[in-house]
């Protein structure tokens, strides 16, 4: 079936560093990729997403960029700031009309000053 | 800017206790979930409701499991006999029937359920 697979945590990182979580899918269609953050005691929140080959997602700074020919989907921040610190969660879904999330386990960031 | 709420935000029971946990929807929003995160793994999905019936299930939600939409506003999950296993996070989504938007779930920021 459908999976995701990102980096395990721990990421820990100084502040203005580069950031990038690996994540990578198994779909047998042709999905829409996301990336969600979790601050701490807060709820999931969609970051980015991409909905076909080639298109990037962005927002704050974060990006993403769908790439078929290797079923990946990477997070990437220029230079991160200790407010970034949280859980990142990568995730497919393959449409239709319930669109129904399979995510990854999640990749714990903490960013130091 | 409206949000899902859920609660109680953390929950204790006795094993083969009956649990109710409760979610509030966005209020224009036509599609519920249901997912649970068991510490150190991933999100798992659970069930999804439309149109007041159960659209699609996984093989986690057995006949232990059940969702209610009672009445306009709550989004119901029932666990009718809790096992140990079943300690997680529990979070509810919804999203609108929009097509432009079709993939954008909004979460609630979780119930844990610990089971003893």
């Known amino acids: 079936g459908d999976s995701v697979t990102q980096m395990e945590g721990p990421v820990t990182l100084s502040e203005e560093a580069f950031l990038t979580i690996n994540c990578t899918y198994t779909a047998t269609g042709y999905p829409s990729l996301f990336w969600y953050v979790q601050y701490p005691g807060e709820g999931l929140q969609l970051l980015l997403k991409?909905?076909?080959?080639?298109d990037k997602g962005s927002n704050k700074g974060f990006e993403a960029t769908y790439r078929k020919e290797t079923t990946s989907f990477h997070l990437e921040k220029g230079s991160v700031q200790v407010s970034d610190s949280a859980v990142y969660f990568c995730?497919?879904?393959?449409?239709?009309?319930?669109?129904?999330?399979?995510f990854g386990k999640g990749t714990k960031l903490s960013v130091k000053p | 800017e409206p949000e899902v709420t859920q609660t109680p935000s953390h929950q204790v029971t006795q094993m083969g206790q009956e649990v109710i946990l409760r979610c509030v929807p966005i209020s224009n929003h036509l599609y519920f979930y249901w997912y649970r995160q068991i510490l150190g793994q991933k999100v798992e999905f659970l069930v999804s409701f439309y149109n007041n019936e159960i659209s699609e299930k996984s093989e986690i939600f057995d006949d232990q499991f059940s969702v209610e939409r009672p009445d306009g506003s709550n989004f119901t999950l029932k666990i009718r006999s809790t096992k140990l296993e079943d300690s997680a996070m529990y979070f509810c989504?919804?999203?609108?029937?929009?097509?432009?938007?079709?993939?954008?779930?909004?979460f609630g920021p979780g119930t844990r359920l610990t089971v003893l």
């Open positions: 991409a909905t076909k080959a080639d």
């Open positions: 989504a919804s999203r609108t029937p929009l097509s432009v938007r079709v993939h954008e779930q909004f």
């Open positions: 995730a497919l879904s393959e449409g239709g009309s319930q669109g129904n999330l399979i």
